[in-house]
């Protein structure tokens, strides 16, 4: 049996890992095997958590002036709490694999970020992309503009090449007034000379004749 200091240590050290957390799941384990215990821990700490068997006064004891509290107030039967500070979706997705395999651990309830949840929001969030998913994703999304604007430049040159030969081919760069057949002709077509108005002769005569 432990001493009065040892029960007070374990409360201490409980109570600050509870007042540090995002995600608690309270479950119960009767029936588990050693075995299945084992690897229920490990999938546990894989997923950046931890998982403990507690006394039910304990617990409670615990989560007073945590935001644990709702979760841990009047507990019955055998209980157990799976708890992380880091991502929930990663320890729903643990526990809820173990629970498909081992019908002995099942969930009572859960808290995320405050918030007490039911068995079946549990289930969803197991079903929710992981952290590192959802930042792959979102990765993706801001990459893939710049792709985009990559794949652009790339083909800017070629674009402007044909778009340029495309209008020399419908007189886009004919000068104004000038007509069809002269835009693009690299000869110059002379031009009439301009007429000059006939000069008048004039005959000067002399007085008196």
Not at 6 to 28: F, G, M, P, Y
Not at 31 to 47: H, M, P, S, Y
């Amino acid at each position: 049996m432990k001493k009065r200091s040892e029960k007070q240590q374990d409360l201490d050290n409980l109570k600050t890992e509870l007042a540090r957390v995002s995600t608690v799941i309270l479950t119960t384990f009767q029936g588990i095997t050693v075995e299945n215990d084992t690897k229920l821990r490990r999938a546990v700490q894989a997923a950046g958590g931890k998982y403990k068997v507690v006394k039910n006064t304990l617990a409670e004891r615990a989560g007073v002036g945590t935001p644990t509290e709702k979760l841990l107030k009047d507990l019955k039967g055998t209980n157990s709490i799976a708890y992380s500070e880091h991502d929930p979706v990663a320890l729903a997705k643990a526990l809820t694999k173990i629970a498909k395999d081992v019908p002995a651990f099942q969930f009572k309830a859960g808290l995320v970020e405050g918030r007490v949840i039911s068995i079946a929001e549990i289930q969803q969030l197991a079903n929710l992309p992981s952290k590192e998913e959802l930042l792959s994703k979102i990765m993706f999304l801001l990459n893939a503009p710049a792709q985009r604007i990559a794949m652009a430049l790339n083909a800017l040159p070629r674009n402007l090449a044909i778009t340029v030969s495309e209008a020399i081919k419908a007189n886009k760069f004919a000068s104004p007034g000038a007509s069809p057949g002269d835009a693009g002709s690299g000869e110059k077509k002379s031009e009439p000379a301009p007429e000059v108005p006939a000069r008048t002769t004039e005959v000067s005569t002399e007085k008196g004749q």
